[in-house]
């Protein structure tokens, strides 16, 4: 099929809700619903620090990171970070802020960094002229000193991604490490393509946490 062709799918609730349905790759999707205030409030306290973005959104616009901070709350969008005194506050901030747009709440990974700075991955997957899928990239995306965004619009470094996974994890990891992106990228491409006949690539963002832990965030079928 090629670069740049195939079904598009903006929603990232609908692939997400996809990969939940098989037990093995939900095992590695950090826990997601979509934004309300029970549900903010109730993952806040589970977990102490979210990520919520947009449904339909690309190139890390939109995207904040909430935090509980002793008895107030906090959020960073790019560098900018504000605090609140209470759970309200930092409802009604976030609210105005999506400007009626479909949010996603995810649970926040602590990612294993290089020089504080931490690191994700894209795996690029295409679908040759002959119906058969093929892994072409394996990137790393250093996110720029002071944001937590990776994407590389937003200044963010690409490494090669087996030079990524050594320098923030450890070179005895790198083997398994790409080898584990490389199931879970493809039994996830069988899901999408039997729930989405006909998209033709797509674009995994995952994850390596402070345990070493594999995480897929989210999957673009039209991947940069």
């Known amino acids: 099929m090629g670069e740049g062709q195939g079904r598009q799918l903006a929603s990232k609730w609908a692939k997400t809700s996809a990969l939940l349905s098989h037990n093995e790759i939900a095992s590695h999707i950090p826990p997601t619903r979509m934004f309300s205030s029970d549900n903010l409030r109730s993952m806040l306290q589970a977990h102490g620090m979210v990520v919520i973005k947009p449904v339909v959104g690309a190139g890390g616009h939109g995207v904040i990171k909430v935090t509980r901070e002793g ?7 790019y560098a900018k970070k504000r605090h609140f005194g209470s759970f309200d506050g930092l ?40 119906g058969s ?35 923030s994890v450890s070179s005895n990891a790198v083997a398994g490490k790409k080898q584990q992106m490389r199931r879970l990228t493809r039994l996830s491409t069988e899901v999408l393509e039997r729930q989405f006949p006909g998209i033709g690539q797509l674009g995994f963002d ?19």
């Open 206 to 224: 995952y994850g390596i946490d402070k345990n070493g832990k594999i995480w897929i965030f989210e999957v673009n079928t039209r991947p940069e």
């Open 71 to 77: 008895s107030g709350y906090a959020y960073t969008y």
């Open 133 to 167: 899928w093929a892994i072409t990239a394996i990137v790393g995306r250093l996110a720029r000193q002071g944001l937590f965004v990776t994407n590389l619009c937003r200044g963010g470094t690409r490494l090669n991604g087996s030079e990524g996974i050594r320098l």
């Open 91 to 130: 409802y009604h901030s976030l609210n105005g802020m999506r400007k009626g747009r479909r949010y996603l709440i995810q649970k926040g990974i602590r990612l294993a960094t290089i020089k504080g700075r931490p690191i994700d991955y894209r795996v690029k997957h295409v679908k040759q002229a002959d």
